[in-house]
């Protein structure tokens, strides 16, 4: 760790730092060394949102084994541009993500913001008829694209947990997992 000094005799050589009213920069070539390390370490959350679109192409009912209940797995094609990925999500995954996203949001802008997309939830009967599934693919489809549009609002605003937050998003939107 570097330490800026300072030295009150005016007939020694320039101390290495000078102080403004906002902040003291050092003003040595070592300094200009150790701000471009501080810089690299620092992490950088780009907007990864901002091109990301999603829809679902399709959905099935697993069942882990013949004692447990069914799951209702949604493919989701995500796109970035150019380049296109299917995703396999669950309910838990999305509900996962949205307590996630709800408990580690501080922020009550940010936070009002997550809250006007609520997750969509199971329903208690009739969970493997035909139509019943069409209705909650559009309700999951509806939501992430919700989703989405608050990350990209939340990147623009520029507070730093709203970017963590479409950080998270985004990661979550990247990586594939086995359901």
Known sequence: MMHAFWVPDSNLPQAPF???????????????????RLERRRPILVDKTSHL????????????????RT???????????????????????????YDHLTSSIEDPEALRALMSCPCPRMPLFHRQH???????????????????HVCRRWSRSGAPQALFAAHVVATFLRLPRRP
């Open 18 to 36: 000078h102080a403004s009213a906002t902040h003291m920069t050092l003003s040595s070539p070592t300094a200009s060394i150790a701000a471009r």
């Open 53 to 68: 679109d999603c829809g679902i192409l399709a959905t099935s009912v697993r069942r882990p084994h013949w004692l447990c």
């Open 71 to 97: 799951h209702l797995v949604y493919h989701i094609r995500m796109c970035d541009g150019s380049r296109f990925w299917r995703l396999d999500v669950t309910h838990a995954d999305v509900h996962a993500l």
């Open 130 to 148: 035909a139509f019943v599934i069409k209705g909650m693919a559009s309700h999951m489809e509806h939501f992430l694209h919700n989703l989405l």
